[in-house]
């Protein structure tokens, strides 16, 4: 085995394996597992993924829309002591972001003390299937540091109140 392989570093048992694309060598992979509940009953009660990059962006939307999640979480900011971490993959009010065959919007916009609520529409440009992801941003981590837990708790309240229509499970990640 080929230490550049990317094979050599994941955890097959639980990766997410996004559907390849045709003639694309590797375009299955996305550094992205499944983890389990605390009990064994629980399987793949959501998925930690690692942030977007710039190169990275089109697999995190294709696993989105693949695995039907309609949550997201983010436990980091994009900027991290005045260095990009993090890609910023989801537009502004009224701009638009495509990645692939997806266009995502932003339909709302909630900011509160510790967080920021965001809807965003993703379209499949080529079914024109429409669906809503809610967006969760934890915008108080501090670099390099721990949370506060009492906006922690907050943050959580509000993702547990956090209801969507899609069935796959939500996708968590830092930077």
Known sequence: MLFNDYRFITDDHSRVVL????????SDYINANYIDGVNN?????????????TTTVIYFWRMIWQI????????ANPMEKGKNKCFKYWPDVSKVQVHGD????????????????????????????????HHLHF???????????????LFHRNYMETKSDLLGPPVVHCR
């Not at 559907?19 to 590797?26: A, D, R, S, Y």
């Not at 009953?41 to 990059?53: L, W």
């Not at 339909?107 to 003390?113: A, G, N, Q, T, Y």
Request: avoid cysteine; hydrophobic fraction near 35%.
């Open 102 to 133: 997806l266009k995502i919007t932003l339909d709302s916009e909630f900011e509160s003390l510790y967080f920021t609520n965001r809807k965003l529409k993703v379209t499949h440009q080529k079914t024109g299937e429409v669906r809503n992801v």
């Open 68 to 75: 039907k999640s309609g949550i997201i979480v983010m436990l």
């Open 19 to 26: 559907e390849t694309l045709p003639g694309v060598p590797n």
């Open 139 to 153: 915008t108080t981590w501090p670099d390099h540091g721990t949370p506060d837990p009492t906006q922690l708790v």
């Open 41 to 53: 009953r629980d399987k793949f009660i959501y998925i930690a993924a690692q942030g977007p990059k």
